[in-house]
């Protein structure tokens, strides 16, 4: 039973430029979530896909941007990069959106930003 | 206010020993989900135990337990007979199911768990 794999596993990118991450999701799963977790923090929410939508965002601006393609994986863009994007970006999986639904998580994207 | 608190920021336990690791929740909402992950130094978060607002009974998973008190707005993680393996970041996360949380995962701060010999 293959979980959530992302990639790539580390990247560098200097300030200004745009980044792609991508995740698939658990076998089974239709629900895909990202975070993102700065050193030394707990993870926060950006937003979540289900059914090819945004289903909820979080606090983040719209440099952040998302997509979910019909086979339920996902990609995670960021434009015009800073110095604080640095930082672990998880992709979690769930069957559906409920309050139940427990999300399991990627090995996640370490991006840094130089 | 902050949603969910891990006042502990690293603890030491023996191995064979029992650990709590304290959590307390914040949020108005009667419909609510708590969950405990952990996070070796490898990054990945490794789920390990769900509590949800109306589960009569506490959750257990194997060496796992939670002490869940709801009066006291608390989701303590219990482990029993420590392993040296368990030694990682541990994060306590809440879940809203009403007042505009939808099922996004909102994280404490964690707590670094040391397992000694």
């Known amino acids: 039973d293959a979980g959530v794999t992302q990639s790539p596993t580390h990247l560098i990118k200097t300030r200004g430029q745009q980044v792609t991450l991508r995740c698939s999701p658990k076998?089974?799963?239709?629900?895909v979530s990202w975070y993102q977790q700065a050193l030394g923090q707990g993870p926060q929410f950006i937003f979540q896909y289900y059914e090819e939508e945004e289903r909820q965002r979080g606090n983040f601006p719209d440099r952040f941007s998302g997509h979910q393609f019909p086979n339920y994986s996902s990609e995670l863009n960021v434009n015009a990069l800073l110095l604080g994007d640095s930082a672990l970006y998880l992709c979690?999986?769930?069957w559906g959106t409920g309050i139940t639904d427990t999300q399991y998580f990627g090995p996640g994207t370490r991006l840094t930003v130089l | 206010a902050q949603k969910i608190t891990q006042t502990q920021p690293g603890m030491f336990v023996q191995e064979k020993e029992a650990v709590t690791l304290d959590c307390t929740y914040d949020t108005s909402d009667p419909s609510y989900g708590l969950f405990w992950y952990k996070q070796p130094s490898s990054g990945e978060m490794i789920f390990l135990i769900y509590?949800?607002?109306?589960?009569?009974q506490n959750a257990t998973e194997g060496r796992y337990s939670l002490n869940f008190q709801k009066a006291r707005k608390s989701a303590n993680l219990v482990i029993s007979a420590s392993q040296l393996g368990d030694s990682a970041m541990y994060f306590c996360?809440?879940?809203?199911?009403?007042?505009?949380?939808?099922?996004?995962?909102?994280f404490g701060t964690g707590t670094q768990l040391k397992v000694e010999l």
């Open positions: 509590q949800g607002s109306y589960d009569q």
């Open positions: 076998s089974g799963h239709d629900t």
């Open positions: 979690a999986s769930s």
């Open positions: 996360a809440m879940r809203e199911g009403l007042t505009g949380g939808g099922n996004k995962l909102t």
